[in-house]
């Protein structure tokens, strides 16, 4: 996992040459806020993905136990909201 985002990065930032001018971002921040966006919906993904075979499980044990799946499933999303709140700030 981690060898393919040092090769996004590596590939996303070029070297900095010593030219005199000021120096400008590799990406601009819209596509920084876009990408940020891109991975925290990911990174919730991930995680409704294990959250949600358990909570299904736990459901057709117990009904009772609808409610507290629900907000476990739902949990990660607020992820993907925070990166949104972000884009707003950016942008």
Do not use: C, H, K, W
């Not at 000021?22 to 601009?28: S, Y």
């Not at 919906?41 to 799946?69: K, M, Q």
């Amino acid at each position: 996992m981690y060898e393919m985002l040092f090769a996004f990065v590596n590939a996303v930032v070029p070297l900095a040459q010593d030219t005199g001018a000021a120096a400008e971002p590799a990406i601009p921040a819209s596509a920084a806020a876009a990408l940020a966006v891109g991975l925290a919906a990911l990174g919730a993904g991930y995680a409704e993905r294990g959250i949600g075979s358990a909570a299904i499980g736990a459901i057709a044990e117990d009904e009772s136990l609808f409610g507290t799946g629900l907000i476990m499933t739902v949990l990660p999303e607020t992820l993907v909201i925070l990166a949104l709140v972000v884009v707003f700030i950016v942008g």
